[in-house]
C-alpha cells in the first residue's frame, strides 16, 4: 500500500494560488489592467463612501466591485469559456456602462453636495472610475460591433483599403 502515492502531495506550495490568481498574460493585457483599475478603484471609492457622510452611495461601488471581481476572476481563470450560459462581452458591456453611469451620477453628488473630505475624494476616485469603466465599454463595444459585423474579433481591425488607392475609382 506504500507505492501509491497521493497526486496532491507532489504539489509545489504555490501551485494551489495559481488556479485563483489571475495569470500574468491575463494582467499585462488591456482588459485585464481594465479590470483590476476597476476593481481597486471600485474598492478606493467603496472605502472612502463608508468614512464619509455621503455614505448613501455606498451600495453601488460595492457592487461594481465585486462584479469587476467577479469577472477579473472568470476571464483570468478561462471560466467564461467552460460556461457557455451567457453572452460574456455583451453582460461586461452592459455591467461597463451602467457603472460609468452610476459612478457619475454619485460623483457628482458627492462631490457637490457634501462638504467632508472622505465625500470628496469619493467622488473624485468616483470621476477616475468612471473614465475607465467608460474606456471598458468602449473598447467592448469595438469589439462587439466588428463581431456583429462579421468580422474578425481582433483588437484592431484590419485595413482593408490600400493607402494609396482612391476611393473614388472603380
Not at 472605502?47 to 469577472?71: K, W
Request: proline share 5%.
Amino acid at each position: 500500500m506504500g507505492d501509491i502515492e497521493d497526486p496532491r502531495s507532489n504539489r509545489e506550495p504555490g501551485t494551489v494560488l495559481q488556479y485563483v490568481l489571475p495569470s500574468k498574460e491575463f494582467i499585462s493585457s488591456r482588459k485585464g489592467l481594465l479590470l483590476l483599475g476597476e476593481v481597486a478603484l471600485s474598492f478606493i471609492s467603496f472605502v472612502c463612501f463608508a468614512a464619509s457622510t455621503a455614505a448613501a452611495f455606498v451600495t453601488a461601488p460595492l457592487i461594481e466591485f465585486l462584479a469587476a471581481l467577479f469577472l477579473l476572476f472568470a476571464y483570468s481563470t478561462k471560466f467564461n469559456e467552460r460556461f457557455k450560459g451567457f453572452h460574456w462581452p455583451l453582460m461586461d458591456f452592459l455591467r461597463c456602462v451602467s457603472a460609468s453611469i452610476i459612478f457619475f451620477i454619485i460623483s457628482i453628488m458627492s462631490v457637490s453636495k457634501y462638504p467632508d473630505g472622505a465625500s470628496k475624494a469619493a467622488g473624485i476616485f468616483g470621476f477616475i472610475a468612471t473614465i475607465v469603466f467608460a474606456l471598458d465599454f468602449y473598447f467592448i463595444f469595438n469589439e462587439l460591433a466588428n463581431f456583429l459585423k462579421g468580422g474578425e474579433s481582433s483588437e484592431d481591425p484590419p485595413n482593408t483599403q490600400d493607402d494609396d488607392s482612391d476611393s473614388d475609382s472603380d
